[in-house]
């Protein structure tokens, strides 16, 4: 067991790209979840998956996020015409049935 | 929609002292879960206790221990014996056994501890 990682740790972008985070979950672990933390807060719900299925997606998750996790395994969560507002840590975390959700390393998005 | 309180944006310690960290929420659901994580500066979130609203037998993890007083909706937790790597943002975190898996968190406790 590895724990959750995620890649990449940093990320510098100017206004208007796009940026794509990649999450790998705990091996066993069938869900997964992606959260927001701005400097200084609790992380933020943004969306939840069980196995493939998306079944969870938080009001801030606008149109220009998506994410999807194939397989079943890893998960993407990319953001289209970032603007200066996405700059925040993006946290993913995964769990089992029981419910206690271990959290990966973090992206670093700094939007310029 | 739930909604976690921690009052106390900072706290500090003297090494080998107890500590106290108070969190509040709100729900009118029966069955839950209650977590306290640990996130140390620039370092990932890492799980410190959990415990369920089921249970009327407060969790205890070595020198963590919490006071869960769901009647109050209370959820404190205490740190004995600090160390000097206890110096963390502790975040305190709702989720519901029913309607969904997304954890709900506090604005989190900065952890000062003082050798």
């Known amino acids: 067991d590895t724990g959750v990682s995620q890649n990449p740790r940093h990320k510098i972008t100017k206004r208007g790209q796009n940026v794509t985070f990649r999450c790998d979950p705990i091996s066993e672990h069938n869900r997964l979840y992606w959260y927001r933390q701005t400097l200084g807060q609790g992380p933020e719900f943004l969306t939840y998956f069980q196995n493939e299925a998306q079944l969870e997606k938080s009001r801030l998750l606008s149109d220009r996020f998506s994410a999807e996790r194939p397989k079943g395994s890893f998960s993407t969560l990319e953001i289209q015409r970032t603007e200066q507002g996405d700059s925040a840590m993006y946290l993913c975390?995964?769990?089992?049935?029981?419910?206690?959700?271990?959290f990966g390393p973090g992206t670093r998005l700094l939007v310029l | 929609a739930q909604t976690v309180t921690q009052s106390q944006p900072e706290m500090s310690v003297q090494e080998a002292e107890t500590v106290t960290l108070s969190c509040t929420y709100d729900t009118s659901e029966s069955d839950y879960y209650l977590f306290w994580y640990k996130q140390p500066p620039s370092r990932q979130m890492i799980l410190v206790i959990r415990?369920?609203?089921?249970?009327?037998q407060n969790a205890t993890e070595n020198r963590f221990s919490v006071n869960f007083q769901k009647a109050a909706k209370s959820f404190s937790l205490k740190i004995s014996d600090s160390q000097l790597g206890d110096a963390a943002m502790y975040f305190c975190a709702y989720r519901s056994q029913t309607s969904g898996s997304r954890l709900t968190f506090g604005e989190g406790t900065q952890l000062t501890v003082n050798p």
């Open positions: 415990q369920e609203a089921y249970k009327q």
């Open positions: 975390a995964s769990s089992g049935d029981r419910g206690t959700q271990y």
